[in-house]
């Protein structure tokens, strides 16, 4: 995907300088010139207005991406969180709870992840957040200490159902398809605009084309490759979970 999203930028950029060429034969720069100082002001309004909202949205994707990050943690912090009260619980809730806690890890890191990337779910790590959390819910402990272990227990079940629900809803959250038009329709008019100019050397014009058409077209892959947190090249790793079944290892 890397080296197709190259191939295309630059592929891009090269056929807007060769358009200049093109463009030279058929409206010559001195026809073109006459315009330079109104297109000027035009252009530099609609420049502006363009690399403001690209800006915004490479800087809110990338945010996204990290709140999403953060998240993982979150839930993982939660899952231990659950896994250490297991321990201190009697056989065979102790046993329970630590397999529970382990499978639910195992089932998002080796097979949810993957599928995050298409928006979807794993159907058995619902179904063991469940159990995990009406097992938790089954115990009734009355002295002072066991309760409060088990209030910090409740909390954690809370905070992994809501990570959990955070975590699939972030993988289905994109970029919206007006605001993509926006930017593609902007890219299309801010390259476009550089062409009207008349310039009286082509080769150091269709240099300008090719650098703006090849920035633009870069951002644009950036913003790409960040609109779904979980898709991409640049993409939240399942490394919380990774760590956090070597923990569980460890403990058990």
């Keep these: 995907m890397l080296i197709a999203g190259f191939i295309v930028t630059v592929g891009l950029a090269l056929l807007a300088a060769a358009w200049v060429f093109a463009l030279e034969k058929l409206v010559p720069a001195r026809r073109r010139e006459a315009h330079n100082d109104v297109l000027g002001f035009v252009y530099a309004v609609v420049g502006v207005a363009y690399a403001v909202l690209l800006g915004l949205v490479v800087v809110a994707a990338w945010n996204a991406l990290e709140a999403a990050s953060a998240n993982t943690y979150t ?90 629900r955070e975590r699939i809803n972030q993988a289905g959250e994109g970029i919206p398809g007006a605001l993509w038009f926006a930017l593609l329709l902007g890219g299309v008019i801010t390259i476009g605009f550089g062409f009207s100019f008349g310039m009286k050397s082509t080769v150091v014009h269709a240099l300008v084309m090719f650098s703006v058409t090849l920035l633009i077209v870069s951002l644009l892959l950036v913003v790409y490759e960040l609109d779904y947190p979980f898709t991409g090249i640049v993409r939240v790793s399942p490394e919380a979970f990774k760590l956090a079944l070597e923990r569980m290892h460890l403990l058990s």
């Design 75 to 164: 839930e993982t912090n939660a899952l231990l969180q659950l896994d250490w009260y297991g321990h201190s619980l009697p056989q065979p809730q102790h046993a329970e709870v630590e397999r529970l806690t382990m499978e639910y890890a195992t089932i998002v890191f080796n097979t949810e992840w993957s599928m995050l990337a298409h928006q979807e779910s794993s159907p058995r790590a619902w179904a063991v957040d469940t159990r995990l959390r009406n097992l938790v819910q089954a115990e009734q402990p009355t002295a002072p200490a066991a309760v409060a272990r088990y209030e910090q227990a409740l909390s954690a079940t809370a905070q992994l159902d809501n990570a959990r």
